[in-house]
Each structure stands twice: as structure tokens, then as C-alpha cells.
């Protein structure tokens, strides 16, 4: 779309006729794009207008690295980001945790432009800290109900079949800081509970038939070899819950894409999330994929470890708590513009956004200027894979007036990302876990982008 | 392939088309699992420090017992610094004992702040689940130190602060799965989807939205 938009902004007065033809040519190539053209319309995503430059009439100058000799290779042996971009971190909400050992810190969306989280910005979270573990001596142990008990070295895991996968990981506390109403300023904080890397490991159903699985197994565990010990529960084919109740069946095929993950974006994994490997177990809450993974064991019962009885439930309105709450549904976000965004003067912009659904692939993302009145389908950035980050994109021409900016994803089997109006219904304001509801930012007149919500929608 | 390549066709020697002799072998090999002479077998005695996990029913509870007067000691010294001498909570840290249940629940029916009290009372469906807790991860700045025993003592000091066990209990691997948590009967594993949107493309809605800002800012930081 740069081409259209680029090329589209009248340079004076003088162009004035050229300028309308080429407005046409906008509105008619922007209408395309639009599921309709009265949508678009009314949408008030329609030409702002000619937009009056400035000139340059100072002759350039050369810059301060012009005449000089820069670093040397390797002089940086392990490559940093520009210093100019040192505001690009992971940050905390100091607030939010008793200390930086058993809390969380978020990927700032805000200043990332693809899929992929680099590895300095992976969101951390931490139930003892995060340990260096040495992968010499590091050891995966598996057992319970196989034909053979079987202990691997990272050699080991490394000589077997490999599988790669692009993913996105997310706590299910993303959002989570929003159910009783506004409080964060920055999307970091409202959406950086994920990030998205290209995983390589081995794969869990190869391990499983190497060791000889009991087709009577119908949940296995994974514990980590941190303070913590964190451990969960996965679901397999006819597996039960604590009350006999079944698990429903798409949940159990979960295990099916899992894998013991030693490389993240072609490295290996970071210590802050769980060098030398972790369990990998896409599309669902982050939590059960362990990290610093230390042992597998098949069972035909669940663990309902302090993770699953305590930490990640959902309390609800009607006074149940909810348990076992696997998936992360659909969600999107718009990064571009967002609170950390803001708008720069009228004329063309392009709203950017991500969205991602632990049941699939993401099908559609339609994006509204109006509140939610109407909308228009964004175009999906290739490539489009299931349980992963899918970026999108809507040309936007900004007039300078005032609009409620929000996406929509739907994914592949259909389920729409609920409005803020209909996950509370639902959930009340206590259910802390697995908010994916419709994110809406106002552009106010100055051009300053807010967090808000729309209380009846 | 491309280091084989430049064997056979670069180099054009003897040993190159030796190495891609052997690999035709490898690849050729029948019956290959691609796990072949992977890894070691061990034996479930080799295992057992490690095999520590308890299910919620009881099962895999190590053997040992232990009074919640004997916890109390090792409370007082070892948790109460976070987690208060009376279960309360403190400098942030988890209350043990949170609201009892009709008030938990009365808050998630009309919808006022619950989440921050929850503990021990109102969000734990099984009592050997709070020992394999405690036992694996407190006290939190030296995590898996306790004893078995001392880990029980102080399991069932928590379960008498949240006024699950009396004073005279005994918190042992045959009582512990006994014990009735306030918030068992509770849980219900998830029927998602909750939500049923549909994909209203125009005119979705007529009225005016009401949209709602921050109550304060600078919360973030």
C-alpha cells in the first residue's frame, strides 16, 4: 500500500488538478481494499483533504558520520540495537508484582514491525527468577506410563529429528490490568504479555513413540528445574478432569504440535525463557509451556498442580471458578497508531496491527475508525500461520478529526474476538485470565492516541 | 548437500566421493527412526528424587506427618515475613487466608473486587496440592529446603490460619487428602467459546458509545 499513499500527496497548489485525479485514484484503490465502499465512507476513512507541505530551502549538510571511520567488525561481538533505539526494552509494572523474581515484564509491540519478537524483547515470566542452567549437565527425563524410562542429554535432543514452527507465546494475564477499566497508557502494557519467535526443537509425538507411550495415558506433566519446580497438566485423548468430567476434544489434540524447544529465532533459547530447553506447547496459556523443562512424565489423571488450582482460573460471575482454560482465543491490537504512536499532522497513515489465535490461523482482521460502527477488512501481511503472530495493515487517511480505532480478528474456525461489552457479560471483572476482547484507542484532535474503552460495546 | 556437492564436484577426490558413499548408507538405512542409539534408559529407582509431583487426590504424597503446632515455628521464622504471622499478607506478598468462600463468591456474583483476596481458603480445591506447593517451592527465597515433615507441619499451619483444620490436626500422607478445601466443589473445567461474536461489517450498532478513559494516569509506571 506505501506505493499508493506515497505517491498520492499533492506537492503544491499548482498540482491542483493533477492532485484530483490522483485523489480518485486513491479513493478507488482504498474502496478496493474496503469490504464496501459505503463502509469506507462512512467509516471516515475517506481523503483528508489536501495537506500543504513544507519546502526545504537550506542546502543539506553533511551529518556528524559522514567524515569520520566507524567501529570495526566484531567490535561488538555479539550485536546490540542502534543506541538511538535504546527506549526499546522490556519493561515491568512495578506495582503489579511483590518483587521482579516471581513477576512479568512485557514486549513493547509498540516499536516492533514484523512477527517476530527479538530475543532481548521475549516477555519474561517468572515464578523463582530465571536460572542459568548448564546444558552439559542439563538432563530430560521421561516417564510414567511408557515402555521405556529414557534420560536425554541436550546432545541427545539434538541428534533426533528437529522441527521448526514459527509461534507466538502469551500469558493469559494479557490484558489482564483492564477487566474493572482503563489503567495503562501504553500498549506494551495492555498487549506485551506475548511475543512471537520461530521455535526448533524436537518434536513431542516423535519423542512419544520412541519411548513407547500407554495408549492408556491420558495426560502427561512437565516440570522445570527452577525454584519452582513449575509443573502442569496436558490433555490427551480421553483425558478427565478431577470430577470425571471429559476434557473437551480439541483440547486434548493440543500435545499434538508440542516440542522440547532448544533454538528460539535460530539461537538458543534465552535463560529468561528457559535455556538450554523448554516445553513448547502452542496456542495455549504460556504457562504450560515449562520452562528449563527437566522431566516428562505420562499419567492417566491430572496433577491440578498450584498453576492449575490456583494461579490460572477464572473466577466468573455466576460463582464458579473456571479451570483448565488451555487456549488463548483470538485477539488483535492496533500498534500503529496506539498511545506510544501518536499521530503527526493530517494526510496518510497506514494503521498496523497484530493478531494471533491459539485455535489457528487467523482468517480475517477488520479494523473500525468509528467506534465499532463500521468496518473495513485490513489486509493480512504473508505469512498468514496458524498459533503465530499475523501482522496486518489499512491504509487510513487522518483529517484531523476525532476516532475510536479498533480491530477485530476472526480466525479460522471462525470465533470473533469478542467486544469488551460481551467478554464482561460473560466474564464479570474478576476472571482476570484470558481477556482478548476488542482493544479501542481514541485519536483525539491534537493527534495524541489514548487507551479507552466503550463501556456499551 | 552442498558440502557433499563441492566433495564430489570441487574437490573430485577419493575421499570426498568416500564421505558421500558413507551418507548414501546412512540415509539409505531401512527402518531408520531417526532415534537410533538416542539417550539411555533409567530405571525408576534412579528417577525417584525427581518423581515428586503429588495429584490432587493424594497420590505420590511422601510418607511423613506433622502437627500444625509443630508448624508453627517454622512459620513464624521461615513464611510469616511475607506472608504474615496471621495469614494476612504482607509487603505485597500472597495473603494465606483470603475472604471465606460465601464472601468470595458474593463478590464474583455482584461483581466487586475479589481476585485480590483470594488464598488458601477460596482458590485451592485440594489440600495435597498445597503441600506439593509448599514442599517444591517455599519458603520462596530457598525453595525445596524443608523436610517432609517440617513441610507437612507447615501445610497444616497454613490449613489452621485459613480455618480449614483445627488446632489438634494432623497433616500426614493419609489424612491430607481428606481434607475438605472450601473452593473444591467449585471448579469447572473450561467450555470456551463464552462469547458468540458475529461479523457485523456495517451498521452495527446506533447508539452513542460511551467511552470511558483512564481513571488516573501514570499508572504504568
Same mark, same amino acid.
Given at each position: 500500500m506505501s506505493e499508493t499513499t506515497l505517491d498520492q500527496t499533492p506537492q503544491s497548489d499548482a498540482r491542483e488538478g493533477v492532485a484530483s485525479s490522483d485523489r480518485r485514484k486513491f479513493l478507488r484503490k482504498s474502496v478496493a481494499l474496503a469490504a464496501s465502499g459505503a463502509a469506507a465512507a462512512a467509516a471516515g476513512n475517506a481523503y483528508a483533504g489536501d495537506v500543504k507541505l513544507e519546502t526545504v530551502t537550506e542546502p543539506l549538510k553533511d551529518g556528524p558520520t559522514r567524515n569520520i571511520l566507524g567501529r570495526g567488525v566484531v567490535s561488538v561481538p555479539y550485536g546490540m540495537p542502534s543506541k538511538f533505539e535504546k527506549n526499546v526494552v522490556r519493561r515491568n509494572v512495578s506495582w503489579l508484582t511483590a518483587d521482579t523474581v516471581a513477576s512479568i515484564s512485557f514486549t513493547p509491540w509498540q516499536d516492533l514491525n514484523g512477527i517476530i519478537t527479538p530475543n532481548g524483547l521475549h516477555f519474561e515470566r517468572h515464578h523463582a527468577g530465571a536460572v542459568d542452567v548448564d546444558p552439559e549437565t542439563h538432563q530430560l527425563v521421561i516417564h510414567g506410563m511408557v515402555d521405556k524410562p529414557m534420560v536425554f542429554s541436550m546432545e541427545d535432543l539434538k541428534r533426533m529429528p528437529s522441527h521448526t514452527a514459527i509461534h507466538f507465546l502469551e500469558c493469559p494475564a494479557n490484558g489482564a490490568m483492564e477487566w474493572r477499566g482503563v489503567q495503562m497508557d501504553s500498549m506494551q502494557f495492555t498487549h506485551g504479555m506475548m511475543s512471537c519467535s520461530e521455535w526448533t526443537g524436537v518434536k513431542l509425538t516423535d519423542l512419544m513413540e520412541y519411548v513407547g507411550v500407554d495408549p492408556k495415558s491420558t495426560w502427561l506433566y512437565a516440570e522445570a528445574t527452577d525454584g519452582s519446580a513449575l509443573q502442569r497438566s496436558i490433555p490427551m485423548e480421553g483425558a478427565k478432569d478431577q470430577f470425571g468430567e471429559p476434557i473437551k476434544a480439541s483440547d486434548c489434540e493440543l500435545y499434538k504440535d508440542a516440542m522440547i524447544a532448544y533454538a528460539q529465532n535460530g539461537e538458543a533459547l534465552r535463560p529468561e525463557n528457559g535455556y538450554p530447553i523448554r516445553f513448547l506447547l502452542p496456542g495455549c496459556e504460556a504457562n504450560m509451556s515449562i520452562k528449563w523443562l527437566r522431566r516428562i512424565k505420562f499419567v492417566d489423571k491430572p496433577l491440578v498442580t498450584y498453576q492449575e488450582t490456583r494461579h490460572y482460573i477464572e473466577p466468573l460471575p455466576d460463582g464458579t471458578i473456571r479451570q483448565f482454560s488451555f487456549l488463548n482465543m483470538a485477539n488483535s491490537v492496533i500498534n500503529y497508531p496506539c498511545p506510544d504512536n501518536q499521530m503527526k499532522g493530517k494526510g496518510s497513515y497506514e494503521i498496523r496491527g497484530i493478531a494471533w489465535s491459539g485455535q489457528g490461523k487467523i482468517a480475517h482482521v477488520d479494523v473500525s475508525v468509528?467506534?465499532?460502527k463500521n468496518w473495513q477488512e485490513a489486509e493480512l501481511v504473508e505469512p498468514v500461520l496458524s498459533k503465530c503472530v499475523t501482522k496486518f495493515k489499512l491504509p487510513f487517511e487522518w483529517n484531523g478529526d476525532e476516532h475510536l480505532i479498533m480491530s477485530r480478528a476472526t480466525d479460522e474456525t471462525g470465533y470473533v474476538q469478542p467486544t469488551l461489552a460481551q467478554m464482561r457479560k460473560v466474564r464479570?471483572?474478576?476472571?482476570?485470565?484470558?481477556?482478548n476482547s476488542i482493544q479501542a484507542w481514541k485519536i483525539e484532535k491534537t493527534g495524541e492516541v489514548k487507551n479507552v474503552q466503550i463501556e456499551n460495546f | 548437500m552442498s558440502k557433499l556437492k563441492t566433495s564430489k564436484f570441487g574437490l573430485g577426490l577419493a575421499a570426498g566421493a568416500m564421505a558421500l558413499g558413507l551418507s548414501t548408507a546412512g540415509i539409505a538405512a531401512e527402518h531408520a527412526s531417526g532415534f537410533n542409539g538416542i539417550g539411555k534408559n533409567i530405571t525408576d529407582k534412579a528417577i525417584e528424587p525427581w518423581d515428586i509431583s503429588v495429584f490432587y487426590d493424594g497420590e505420590n504424597l511422601p510418607k511423613g506427618s506433622g502437627t500444625v503446632e509443630a508448624g508453627q515455628e517454622p512459620y513464624d521464622t521461615q513464611?510469616? !515475613?511475607?506472608?504474615? %504471622?496471621? +495469614?494476612?499478607?504482607?509487603?505485597g506478598y500472597p495473603k494465606m487466608a483470603g475472604d471465606p468462600m460465601p464472601q468470595f463468591i458474593t463478590s464474583l456474583k455482584q461483581g466487586l473486587d475479589g481476585v485480590g483476596n483470594r488464598g488458601v481458603n477460596n482458590a485451592w480445591g485440594h489440600a495435597p496440592t498445597l503441600f506439593d506447593m509448599i514442599k517444591r517451592? !517455599?519458603?520462596?527465597? %530457598?525453595? +525445596?529446603?524443608?523436610?517432609v515433615d517440617e513441610s507437612y507441619a507447615v501445610t497444616c499451619y497454613v490449613l489452621n490460619l485459613a480455618n480449614i483444620v483445627d488446632y489438634e490436626f494432623t497433616c500426614s500422607n493419609e489424612t491430607l487428602a481428606d481434607v475438605?478445601?472450601?473452593?473444591?466443589?467449585?471448579y469447572v473445567t473450561d467450555t470456551r467459546p463464552d462469547t458468540d461474536n458475529q461479523r457485523c461489517m456495517s451498521d452495527c450498532y446506533d447508539y452513542e458509545p460511551k467511552v470511558v478513559g483512564a481513571a488516573v494516569t501514570g499508572v504504568s509506571e
Amino acid at each position: 500500500m506505501s506505493e499508493t499513499t506515497l505517491d498520492q500527496t499533492p506537492q503544491s497548489d499548482a498540482r491542483e488538478g493533477v492532485a484530483s485525479s490522483d485523489r480518485r485514484k486513491f479513493l478507488r484503490k482504498s474502496v478496493a481494499l474496503a469490504a464496501s465502499g459505503a463502509a469506507a465512507a462512512a467509516a471516515g476513512n475517506a481523503y483528508a483533504g489536501d495537506v500543504k507541505l513544507e519546502t526545504v530551502t537550506e542546502p543539506l549538510k553533511d551529518g556528524p558520520t559522514r567524515n569520520i571511520l566507524g567501529r570495526g567488525v566484531v567490535s561488538v561481538p555479539y550485536g546490540m540495537p542502534s543506541k538511538f533505539e535504546k527506549n526499546v526494552v522490556r519493561r515491568n509494572v512495578s506495582w503489579l508484582t511483590a518483587d521482579t523474581v516471581a513477576s512479568i515484564s512485557f514486549t513493547p509491540w509498540q516499536d516492533l514491525n514484523g512477527i517476530i519478537t527479538p530475543n532481548g524483547l521475549h516477555f519474561e515470566r517468572h515464578h523463582a527468577g530465571a536460572v542459568d542452567v548448564d546444558p552439559e549437565t542439563h538432563q530430560l527425563v521421561i516417564h510414567g506410563m511408557v515402555d521405556k524410562p529414557m534420560v536425554f542429554s541436550m546432545e541427545d535432543l539434538k541428534r533426533m529429528p528437529s522441527h521448526t514452527a514459527i509461534h507466538f507465546l502469551e500469558c493469559p494475564a494479557n490484558g489482564a490490568m483492564e477487566w474493572r477499566g482503563v489503567q495503562m497508557d501504553s500498549m506494551q502494557f495492555t498487549h506485551g504479555m506475548m511475543s512471537c519467535s520461530e521455535w526448533t526443537g524436537v518434536k513431542l509425538t516423535d519423542l512419544m513413540e520412541y519411548v513407547g507411550v500407554d495408549p492408556k495415558s491420558t495426560w502427561l506433566y512437565a516440570e522445570a528445574t527452577d525454584g519452582s519446580a513449575l509443573q502442569r497438566s496436558i490433555p490427551m485423548e480421553g483425558a478427565k478432569d478431577q470430577f470425571g468430567e471429559p476434557i473437551k476434544a480439541s483440547d486434548c489434540e493440543l500435545y499434538k504440535d508440542a516440542m522440547i524447544a532448544y533454538a528460539q529465532n535460530g539461537e538458543a533459547l534465552r535463560p529468561e525463557n528457559g535455556y538450554p530447553i523448554r516445553f513448547l506447547l502452542p496456542g495455549c496459556e504460556a504457562n504450560m509451556s515449562i520452562k528449563w523443562l527437566r522431566r516428562i512424565k505420562f499419567v492417566d489423571k491430572p496433577l491440578v498442580t498450584y498453576q492449575e488450582t490456583r494461579h490460572y482460573i477464572e473466577p466468573l460471575p455466576d460463582g464458579t471458578i473456571r479451570q483448565f482454560s488451555f487456549l488463548n482465543m483470538a485477539n488483535s491490537v492496533i500498534n500503529y497508531p496506539c498511545p506510544d504512536n501518536q499521530m503527526k499532522g493530517k494526510g496518510s497513515y497506514e494503521i498496523r496491527g497484530i493478531a494471533w489465535s491459539g485455535q489457528g490461523k487467523i482468517a480475517h482482521v477488520d479494523v473500525s475508525v468509528d467506534g465499532g460502527k463500521n468496518w473495513q477488512e485490513a489486509e493480512l501481511v504473508e505469512p498468514v500461520l496458524s498459533k503465530c503472530v499475523t501482522k496486518f495493515k489499512l491504509p487510513f487517511e487522518w483529517n484531523g478529526d476525532e476516532h475510536l480505532i479498533m480491530s477485530r480478528a476472526t480466525d479460522e474456525t471462525g470465533y470473533v474476538q469478542p467486544t469488551l461489552a460481551q467478554m464482561r457479560k460473560v466474564r464479570g471483572t474478576n476472571s482476570i485470565y484470558h481477556k482478548n476482547s476488542i482493544q479501542a484507542w481514541k485519536i483525539e484532535k491534537t493527534g495524541e492516541v489514548k487507551n479507552v474503552q466503550i463501556e456499551n460495546f | 548437500m552442498s558440502k557433499l556437492k563441492t566433495s564430489k564436484f570441487g574437490l573430485g577426490l577419493a575421499a570426498g566421493a568416500m564421505a558421500l558413499g558413507l551418507s548414501t548408507a546412512g540415509i539409505a538405512a531401512e527402518h531408520a527412526s531417526g532415534f537410533n542409539g538416542i539417550g539411555k534408559n533409567i530405571t525408576d529407582k534412579a528417577i525417584e528424587p525427581w518423581d515428586i509431583s503429588v495429584f490432587y487426590d493424594g497420590e505420590n504424597l511422601p510418607k511423613g506427618s506433622g502437627t500444625v503446632e509443630a508448624g508453627q515455628e517454622p512459620y513464624d521464622t521461615q513464611c510469616a !515475613m511475607c506472608h504474615g %504471622a496471621f +495469614g494476612e499478607g504482607a509487603e505485597g506478598y500472597p495473603k494465606m487466608a483470603g475472604d471465606p468462600m460465601p464472601q468470595f463468591i458474593t463478590s464474583l456474583k455482584q461483581g466487586l473486587d475479589g481476585v485480590g483476596n483470594r488464598g488458601v481458603n477460596n482458590a485451592w480445591g485440594h489440600a495435597p496440592t498445597l503441600f506439593d506447593m509448599i514442599k517444591r517451592h !517455599m519458603p520462596f527465597y %530457598a525453595p +525445596g529446603t524443608m523436610g517432609v515433615d517440617e513441610s507437612y507441619a507447615v501445610t497444616c499451619y497454613v490449613l489452621n490460619l485459613a480455618n480449614i483444620v483445627d488446632y489438634e490436626f494432623t497433616c500426614s500422607n493419609e489424612t491430607l487428602a481428606d481434607v475438605k478445601m472450601p473452593a473444591a466443589d467449585y471448579y469447572v473445567t473450561d467450555t470456551r467459546p463464552d462469547t458468540d461474536n458475529q461479523r457485523c461489517m456495517s451498521d452495527c450498532y446506533d447508539y452513542e458509545p460511551k467511552v470511558v478513559g483512564a481513571a488516573v494516569t501514570g499508572v504504568s509506571e
